[in-house]
């Protein structure tokens, strides 16, 4: 199985460009979320979905956009982008169980450059 | 809100001994899961080892363990045997129930372990 799989895996962007990062997964689950990664903060969630066409914000939705059209897919996407989202972004994806020790399965993640 | 907390940026320990990375969390609830993942230099998430808060032994998983204090709220991982493999940045995270909502993670900040040979 590919498991999640993103793309593109390095991107440089110029300010107030636009993009889409894309994030697939094989394994038919319902959970999925994006997160970014900062030097000494860790991974903080920007947005989630539950399930296709249900979304939610995270801790840090401010400039980015999602949508949930299919169960496998889950694009992020910046509007407009700034330095300060120069991050390296990982989506992730979980299966909706009553267990909520189950593992969440983690793309390789994509490192963003904002100039 | 609930928030985790890795008070140690770095550590490191020689190969072969054992080494400790310390986690602590916030929370009003009862329920909840913790975990540890391990990032190597490839920025693969990968899972160590979970906990369930509900449970009072702590878990094990080959040479890596918690010490899981609930009243404390600390969740330690300790690496036996340490291998030159085991250099990464480890993350502890902390999940609410399913039945409270989605199964979003709530992270620390990170610990890079570096192995000396």
């Known amino acids: 199985n590919a498991g999640v799989t993103q793309t593109p895996k390095f991107q440089v962007l110029k300010t107030g460009q636009s993009m889409t990062l894309q994030c697939a997964q094989d394994m038919n689950h319902e959970y999925m979320s994006w997160y970014r990664q900062d030097p000494g903060m860790g991974l903080r969630l920007i947005h989630y979905s539950v399930g296709a066409g249900i979304t939610d914000q995270g801790e840090v939705p401010n400039g980015y956009n999602v949508s949930r059209s299919t169960t496998e897919d889950f694009p992020l996407r910046l509007l407009s982008a700034a330095p300060s989202q120069t991050s390296v972004y990982f989506c992730a994806s979980s299966p909706r169980t009553p267990y909520s020790g189950t593992e969440a399965f983690f793309g390789q993640g994509t490192r963003l450059t904002v100039v | 809100a609930q928030t985790v907390t890795q008070s140690q940026p770095e550590m490191s320990v020689q190969e072969a001994e054992t080494v400790t990375l310390s986690c602590t969390y916030d929370?009003?609830?009862?329920?909840?899961?913790l975990f540890w993942y391990k990032q190597p230099p490839s920025r693969q998430m990968i899972l160590v080892i979970r906990q369930e808060a509900y449970k009072q032994q702590n878990a094990t998983e080959n040479r890596f363990s918690v010490n899981f204090q609930k009243a404390a709220k600390s969740f330690s991982l300790k690496i036996s045997d340490s291998q030159l493999g085991d250099a990464a940045m480890y993350f502890c995270?902390?999940?609410?129930?399913?039945?409270?909502?989605?199964?979003?993670?709530?992270f620390g900040q990170g610990t890079r372990l570096t192995i000396n040979p």
């Open positions: 995270a902390y999940r609410r129930p399913s039945y409270q909502g989605a199964q979003k993670l709530v």
């Open positions: 929370t009003s609830e009862s329920d909840y899961y």
